[in-house]
């Protein structure tokens, strides 16, 4: 049965444009948060491939999304490579064993070390595969390297990425050694989930805009294209997604390029600039602002306009960054009722 | 006599093209460090006129900048206006008493009650514009209401400005009156600081990539041209510099527009780009990376770019973004000379 998401990542005629939300399986949903504290700690969730199974399949049902996304978190990847990760409440993520130089670089297993050891995974993938009905994609993702390399570097989230950005311009080698090692590790993580059953993938560049554009494709795109390009000639039937958050002036000089299907668009990134500028090589997913959410006049607003400018299709409707805790699940119900009825081509 | 700075800003012919650095007067200088510990808190050296006055001046001797800007901060505004603010180390500025309703906003004073409120800034004013030496120029500035407002509503520094947004699209009504009277304070703080002996003005967005390009107009843009061109038809011998930080989008869709004399160009908006857009309309101002200045190298590549690309002039030297606080002084000083010696046009 062909699957109206996959359709689309592939720019083929659909009956409407589909659609799904980032962080779609999350806080915002009763029945996430009572699975959430039925696991222990956000990691035991992550690795508990049964519970992660059934909070990914959860905005299927309750919200009616046209694809599921894994349940997990891009920093299983640094987790498994052997670095030490806590989640602190009200802080996010801390490494307690940063990377700052060759020898904590070297102490990280190898891509082929790593990619087994997300066993739990792939699991969760094969179990959500068993029960999404069929007319659903299942999207499988991973962060990309530059994000990873600056949680890896700074130890925790950060408002200014200095230690990073450091080492860009004063040890731009160790930079490199930090992200090509990073990249071996999505790219065989990346298919094995697809081995796995994950029928899309979406790579996130979560701090794109950490960047200064001129350095940007050297430090992140570059390797998001290669990792692209690896899934691409492996699994040609899986559409790839690439998300760099924060990019407008990155697209707006042409520098986007790479074989991907689909790119992912921002809310800070007007769809009518991504339009002029990628609509013709790529699908173009997104990109409402996630804070309409709270109001149904501002995300009518929002969706109507979007179907009026993709109207010619090679959209896939999402917000512009991830579904926020506080979200009424009614309000994101109708978003997802909206793009699909606003979008109707019959 | 004339000032180099001043020309520059109306994009008269110059020597060479003007340096200043954002955040210059503070914590990468020792000299800083040492009068910020004898003041007592932040906010206590902010109502200090004579040690204010002192560290406004000190980037100019040690670093050979252009212009000196005063030393305060955006939030002495509301402060002002009757909130509790706070300093707490590690996380920044802490309002006690947010705006989150009308009556929680007609608490607050009118903006003729609160410039005068402001008198130590315009006693600071008064002692720097003594001992400057003639031939630097002297920056005024202000926050600009949509930041402010941020500040405001959230009660502290925000990485999702999830109630600021939540109130623009769900309220808008109480989110414009709130920025109706701060910028009524913002015009008449900014009036007389220029009549206290201010040259030039700078208000600063810090926050304006928060709100969505198609909505950034309506909640931010229009009353900071409101504000430039209060001033300019009292002040027009006063240049008004606009330094909306993270709106690449919002520039190359062609929306920048009002009477003021000087744009700031943040890092992630890369200079030939607001050069195509508004190079003929404005004079730019920008735009280094900060990180750089970790690096003499970095910082050499990049000042050697900007020069060339902006080889005609109607061009100011600065970061475009605040200085780190652990960058040498020797970087920095580096930066002010090569801007000055590249763009050397005789």
Same mark, same amino acid.
Request: net charge negative; glycine share 6%.
């Given at each position: 049965?062909?699957?109206?998401?996959?359709?689309?990542?592939?720019?083929?005629?659909?009956?409407?444009?589909?659609?799904?939300?980032?962080?779609?399986?999350?806080?915002?949903?009763?029945?996430?948060?009572?699975?959430?504290?039925?696991?222990?700690?956000?990691?035991?969730?992550?690795?508990?491939?049964?519970?992660?199974?059934?909070?990914?399949?959860?905005?299927?049902?309750?919200?009616?999304?046209?694809?599921?996304?894994?349940?997990?978190?891009?920093?299983?990847?640094?987790?498994?490579?052997?670095?030490?990760?806590?989640?602190?409440?009200?802080?996010?993520?801390?490494?307690?064993?940063?990377?700052?130089?060759?020898?904590?670089?070297?102490?990280?297993? !190898?891509?082929?070390?790593?990619?087994?050891?997300?066993?739990?995974?792939?699991?969760?993938?094969?179990?959500?595969?068993?029960?999404?009905?069929?007319?659903?994609?299942?999207?499988?993702?991973?962060?990309?390297?530059?994000?990873?390399?600056?949680?890896?570097?700074?130890?925790?989230? !950060?408002?200014?990425y200095t230690l990073s950005k450091k080492m860009l311009y004063t040890d731009p080698e160790l930079l490199h050694a930090i992200l090509r090692k990073t990249t071996e590790a999505v790219k065989l993580y990346l298919a094995r989930q697809i081995e796995a059953g994950v029928e899309a993938v979406q790579i996130f560049d979560s701090w794109a805009a950490a960047i200064e554009p001129a350095k940007y494709d050297e430090f992140s795109w570059k390797y998001m294209v290669e990792i692209a390009e690896y899934l691409k000639e492996r699994y040609p039937h899986v559409p790839v997604i690439l998300f760099p958050k924060g990019i407008a002036a990155f697209i707006e000089r042409g520098w986007v390029y790479g074989n991907f299907d689909v790119f992912g668009v921002d809310w800070g990134t007007p769809m009518a600039l991504a339009k002029e500028k990628l609509g013709d090589r790529y699908v173009l997913q997104g990109n409402m602002e996630p804070t309409r959410l709270y109001s149904k006049e501002a995300t009518q607003e929002c969706v109507a306009a979007l179907a009026n400018l993709m109207k010619e299709g090679r959209h896939i409707f999402n917000l512009g960054h991830g579904i926020l805790p506080d979200v009424p699940v009614e309000n994101a119900r109708h978003f997802v009722r909206l793009a699909q009825e606003l979008s109707r081509r019959d």
């Open positions: 049965m062909s699957k109206i998401f996959i359709d689309a990542c592939f720019g083929r005629p659909t009956p409407y444009t589909p659609v799904w939300m980032m962080r779609q399986a999350g806080r915002y949903l009763a029945e996430y948060r009572a699975v959430r504290e039925k696991a222990g700690t956000f990691l035991d969730l992550c690795r508990n491939p049964e519970l992660a199974a059934e909070v990914t399949l959860q905005p299927v049902e309750i919200v009616g999304v046209d694809a599921a996304i894994l349940f997990s978190d891009i920093l299983v990847i640094p987790l498994e490579m052997g670095m030490n990760l806590s989640f602190v409440a009200g802080e996010g993520p801390v490494f307690s064993d940063p990377i700052r130089s060759r020898e904590d670089l070297e102490r990280l297993r !190898s891509a082929e070390e790593t990619a087994p050891r997300l066993e739990y995974v792939y699991e969760t993938i094969r179990l959500v595969k068993e029960r999404l009905p069929e007319d659903k994609a299942f999207i499988g993702f991973a962060g990309a390297p530059w994000t990873l390399a600056t949680y890896m570097i700074e130890g925790q989230g !950060s408002k200014t």
